[in-house]
């Protein structure tokens, strides 16, 4: 529909209706991109608790997306006049700007999704605009005579600019602190054995929670709607009335349904707080996806009933407030919701903020850097020094308060149970939800991924899940992504501002080849995402093992090394042949599979301890095989790494190729080894080592070709054969790091076959 006009294009009306027409198809890519990825920010705390079903948690978001939908008309406005000043642009201007926001937003939103970087669609949304109104700005300054650099002020809403800007990032650190205040607060309440204290005074907590939610939301959201006119005789100067009312309500609600039905209010509070983050994220971030559109056709209706050229028409009509078409919302919103349905990318759990507030040990995501490390130590001796103020009594109580319950979980059981209880999810949702809702009655466009992410990191700071152990990877998590956030917003105010320039050289030429480029950019990169997720499958990922008896233990370690010696054939034979043809992308690709491979070791390893923990009295001799087993693992991959790092290096320093012979050695040996672990994989497989003495014995013989190989490069070295220092190292160090790993395998082998013969 876009491209099939575009030869027909003949004069400059044309484009206009070409680009209006473009944003509206934009504006349906960019709500499903924008959903698929922000959505799991109002499901978090639902997921993580585990509280609700995954049927229910999708039912319920999808009708507050909705409902929420008709909330966003007051912020329509930030779109229009928010960042620049209407009336300092033509038409031509306004439209050019508009489109290159949103092909930018889209590009820019899925690039930083394709890295899996975090990122928020209202910084996107702010920068583009900003980033394309500043470069159009200029060039219009440096058209006209007797205009400077100073005069960008006259053309930039720069007190409502730095109003939304500072907006976002004090929101960073209100979140954070109002989370951490409210998650120690109910902490030191309820403890972590909320079961007899949920009994007690779990009816008062989600009467609270309700009211806060059920009023700010519900009733402070009304304000941005075109219903409020209705209601605000009824509501204003009634606000103590209606939240004694609500709370009374609420409370008698909490008492009933804990007896009828034996179960905690809390549920109800996780349900309803669902339910109103995902209309705070509706009302606040459709103003992201369609407010950039709805400006486009205000714009374009006033233009085409004035009869004016596009290059004069002055767009002071933008300084108006114009009502949003309720219609166009409820499309909107319809979008959202099929979007939170069918969307892969929204089904899925977002690891990153769950693992950085999971209350138990996990696999950390992030590796800790200097500021981390920095952080964690300051942050260290500052509590040291609060302990010399505070009572030795006082600080024992608190300690009491926040003492967890004393459970042994490995790494892989921490992540199938919930991430943190019911106390910190209610928590999360309700101050989530309520932050959202007063900066939506303000106006203000915050970040609805800023306010969700930090409420969670700041409740989980609280609730000490940053402990010695996890806190400095933590906090690098926490870096990280605040790090994406400005790159986000570097990066949209830069790259609209340089399509914006390029569109206002040749629109009719420049406008279809961005679309065009648009198209095949989504393209590739869904493509791309789609091949990188299968490259390795489920079943080869390495796993640790959760039986308590020996039997157990050697049965679940025999599928682990049967993935490694599979993904170490592929390895090595890849690194061979793209040695021997100077694939560099194969060897780039076989570099990062090794890279992956070595970190699923480490994680072996670093879960020893939960694994020890596991183990029956009578099963403990497993510990010492399931080590030994974890150490040839780590020897194999190390080895893996060298030989792929080498080959890598030696084709992209460009080299001079290995000589035929040295070729058809390794080939021979790496066919060898293919065969080799072919066999061994079945004897894991089927538990049947009936063959093993000869898998040792080809073993041995591949060994000592090995040997004979390296005398005959030493050979060839002396004589005339060979005249590269390059080619022979790196042909001696392949030689003798494949040894290394082949004495690891066979090690692997024996020491598995001799445990599980013993345990039969």
Known sequence: MIFANIAQISNMDNIYMFMLIAIAVLATIDIVVGVSNDAINFLNSAIGSKAISMRTIMIVASLGIFVGAV?????MEVARKGIFVPAMFSFNEIMYIFMAVMITDILLLDFFNTLGLPTSTTVSIVFNLLGAAVVMSLIKIGATD?????????????????????????????????GAIVQWVSRLIFTFQIEKKIKNFGAIFGAVALTAITYFIFLKGLKGTPYYKDLKGSIEGNEAYIISASFALWLIVSYVFQAITKKTILLVVIAVGTFGLALAFSGNDLVNFIGVPMAAYHSYEA??????????????????????????????????????????KARTVAETEISLSRQSETHEKFEPNIISRG?????????????????????????????????????????????????????????????????????????????????AMGTSFADKAWGRESAVYRVAGVLNVIGGWFGTAIGAFIACGT?????????????????????IILYRNYLAHKNKSLNISKDDILKSSESSSIQGVIQESAKNISNVLKRSNTIYSNAINGLASEDINLLKKNKKQVVKLSKEVDNLRDNVFYFIKNLDESSLEASGFYIDI???????????????????????????KLKFKQIKELSEISEAIATLFLD????????????????????????????????????????????????????FNLLLETKDFLKAAGSLIDEYENSHNKSS
């Open 680 to 731: 061994s994989r079945k004897a894991f497989d089927s538990h049947s080592f009936d063959k093993i003495e000869d898998i040792t014995k080809r073993k041995n013989d591949i060994y000592s070709i090995l040997k004979s190989d390296i005398k005959s490069q030493v050979k060839r070295t002396r004589g005339a054969d060979e005249s590269s220092p390059k080619n022979t190292t790196l042909y």
């Open 499 to 519: 399509v914006v320039f390029l569109i206002n050289m040749n629109p009719t030429v420049i406008t279809p080849i961005f679309l065009l480029l648009t198209a």
């Open 303 to 344: 233009w085409a009933g004035s009869g004016i050229d596009a290059t004069m028409f002055s767009m002071e009509v933008l300084d108006k407030k114009v009502p949003a078409e309720p219609l166009l919302l409820f499309i909107s919103g319809g979008i959202m919701v099929v979007t939170l349905l069918l969307s892969k």
């Open 146 to 178: 007797g205009q400077g650099f100073s005069d960008l002020v006259n053309y930039i809403n720069t007190e409502k600019a730095l109003q939304i800007i500072s907006g976002i990032v004090m929101s960073v650190f209100i979140a954070f602190s109002v």
């Open 71 to 75: 909330y966003s008309s007051g912020l």
């Open 375 to 455: 952080i964690v130590k300051g942050a260290t001796q500052l509590s040291k020094y609060f302990n010399l103020v505070l009572p030795k009594s006082v600080q024992e109580n608190i300690g009491k308060r926040f003492q967890t319950p004393e459970l042994v979980l490995t790494k892989d059981q921490s992540i199938d149970a919930p991430a943190f209880d019911l106390i910190r999810a209610s928590v999360n949702l309700m101050v989530a939800g309520i932050l959202i809702a007063v900066a939506t009655t303000m106006k203000l466009p915050l970040s609805t991924t800023y306010v969700t992410f930090m409420v």
């Open 630 to 656: 974890l150490g040839y693992l780590h020897d194999m991959t190390q080895s893996l790494e060298y030989i792929s790092k080498v080959s890598y290096k030696h084709v992209d320093n460009n080299h001079k």
